[in-house]
């Protein structure tokens, strides 16, 4: 029991120093590669505390090892800005002004509802109150808002159809059927539900409309009364 002790107590003193000298950024926001030093770190941490059979030197080598490469690749991503973008990554637009980047989205395995999610997240409930978003390279979700972007969102959208499907729950809170909408789309000069890459709708009756390909465009539908 003393032995597994002074053990821990060493890899942990040891740890405490490599993650120090690793700077701030390892301890805040990661880029990928360091998420990556850091789990490997830690599980070549845990094998000489568990394991008495294994000398501690081995742990401490390899620790530092890796602590080593992390500081290579530190280096050629401060200094050779394509290497950075190899290693880190880049930040992805995945709204504009033209509406939803769905490119943008598919390379991130991200798609609208994660996009519409985040969003929320950050404050922003109308897809037509922000300018532009994306994400980081490290993941973490940015968003230009609207000037006057408080008067967009003035009740909360839900939505109708998500890339080309008809979201069942939501069509009921507008105590509307799918024809009802099927024929908004057809006004709009869309005649097949799976061009539609999002549709929204909130309870004064806003509509937030994309096409696949195409800029979004924002109408009112005459509803009588705010529903929700």
Known sequence: MGLIFIRTVIIFIGLLIIMRLMGKRQIGEMQPYELVI?????????IPMADN???????????????????????IDLNFISAKKVVSGTASVVLNKNGIDDTQLKKNN??????????????????????????EAEGTFSALPKKDYQNLQTSLPVVIIDEGRFDVHNLKETAKDKTYFLN???????ANIKKVLVM?????????????????????????????
Request: with cysteine; net charge negative.
């Open 110 to 135: 991200l798609d609208v509802s994660d996009l519409i999610e985040s969003l929320r997240n950050a404050g922003y409930f109308s897809l037509d109150a922000v300018d532009y978003a994306l994400y």
């Open 53 to 75: 059979s294994i000398p501690l030197l081995f742990g401490i080598v390899s620790i530092l090892t890796v602590f080593l490469l992390h500081q290579i690749v530190c280096l």
């Open 38 to 46: 850091t789990l490997i770190i830690s599980e070549l941490a845990c």
């Open 184 to 190: 908004v789309l057809k006004e709009q000069g869309c």
């Open 200 to 228: 929204t709708v909130d309870g004064n009756g806003k509509v937030y409309l994309q096409m696949k390909n195409q800029k979004y465009k924002v109408f009112n539908l005459h509803w009588k009364e705010q529903l929700w």
